[in-house]
């Protein structure tokens, strides 16, 4: 089942500040199973926070598309499922030494994780919903 963002949540969501995003970033994943990113012809996109490189990651569709302008213009936002983030993301963004933005707004890129982190942090938080 894809869960719909009402306009209202958007702006719910928009208006948390970088933390209260993490959390609701980790919450939300846990209960749709999903992580949206942004790729284009050549992959994924990446952008640069605190002097890392970094993917953008989402929780809903819709909050990945309002990044879709600009030089992002030619972008899709794409689903991963979780268990294949956990299979082979976490340890490629290892490999490439690439960091996590989670969900970014347009003050800035969220709260920066590594990908380890932010795995145990997920499965932490599907453990305790079972």
Known sequence: ????????????????????RYSYFVQ????????WILTDDD????????????IPVWPHEELAELWIE??????????IDVDTWFDKWTSGLNGDELGIAVLPDADGPGVVVLPDELAETLMTEMQDED
């Not at 089942?1 to 209260?20: G, P, V």
Request: charged residues 30%; negative net charge; proline residues 0%.
């Open 1 to 20: 089942m894809e869960y719909q963002l009402s306009a209202d949540e958007l702006k719910r969501i928009n208006a948390l500040d970088a933390e209260q």
């Open 28 to 35: 939300a994943v846990a209960d749709l199973e999903k992580i």
């Open 43 to 54: 992959g994924f996109v990446l952008v640069t926070a605190e002097d890392e490189r970094c």
């Open 70 to 79: 600009g030089e992002w213009s030619h972008c899709i936002a794409q689903a």
